[in-house]
């Protein structure tokens, strides 16, 4: 009788701790985000202000220019390289394959901005606050002479 009482506070108590534990769990509120990544890319480059007049680049260059890990697809417009303006939105097949191209873009981002600490330097600021998120399957990637201008661009997507 006693063991079969033990056995039942033992059970109760890993019970409440599972419980306790999932309820701190965080679940992703962009876990089921479908976007037309062409759109957002679009938008961000219509509403968002650069310096260069930047083109959208042929998806078979992409792979060559941008080590991404292995997208789904991937939508990149970017400058003459003057400036380190660029626009990457990239979808992943899940979070995992994501998570290794996020790697994947701050090292680009590290190298930027070693690159810009000497050459044409008055754009290094740019680099000091990206426009650099993942929501879901995706990732969106922004440098722009106006933060502001381009987060609400991808915000009609996200918030939607």
């Known amino acids: 009788m006693r063991k079969a009482r033990i056995t ?5 108590l890993t019970a409440f701790v599972a419980f306790i534990f999932s ?18 890319a679009r938008d961000i ?3 968002g202000k650069f310096v260069e007049e ?14 991404l890990g292995n997208p789904v697809k991937a ?14 939105v990239v979808e992943y097949a ?9 790697k994947k873009l701050s090292a680009h981002l590290s190298s ?8 044409n330097a008055e754009y290094r600021p740019l680099l000091d606050e990206p426009l650099f998120i993942e929501a879901g399957r ?17 915000n009609q997507h996200i918030d939607s």
């Not at 899940?94 to 996020?102: K, S």
């Not at 930027?112 to 050459?119: G, L, N, S």
Request: hydrophobic share 40%; net charge negative; proline share 3%.
């Open 8 to 12: 039942s506070i033992v059970f109760i």
């Open 45 to 47: 480059r219509e509403s």
């Open 94 to 102: 899940d979070e995992q394959a994501r998570a290794d191209g996020y």
């Open 112 to 119: 930027q901005r070693e690159t810009f600490d000497d050459y």
């Open 23 to 40: 309820a701190c769990e965080k679940a992703d509120p962009y876990a089921n985000l479908q976007l037309d990544i062409e759109q957002v």
């Open 54 to 67: 930047l083109e959208r680049l042929d998806d078979e260059a992409v792979p060559y220019v941008y080590n």
């Open 138 to 154: 995706y990732i969106i990637y922004c440098i722009s002479s106006d933060f502001d201008a381009s987060k609400a661009a991808l």
């Open 75 to 88: 939508v990149v417009y970017a400058g003459s390289g003057a400036t380190p303006e660029e626009i990457i």
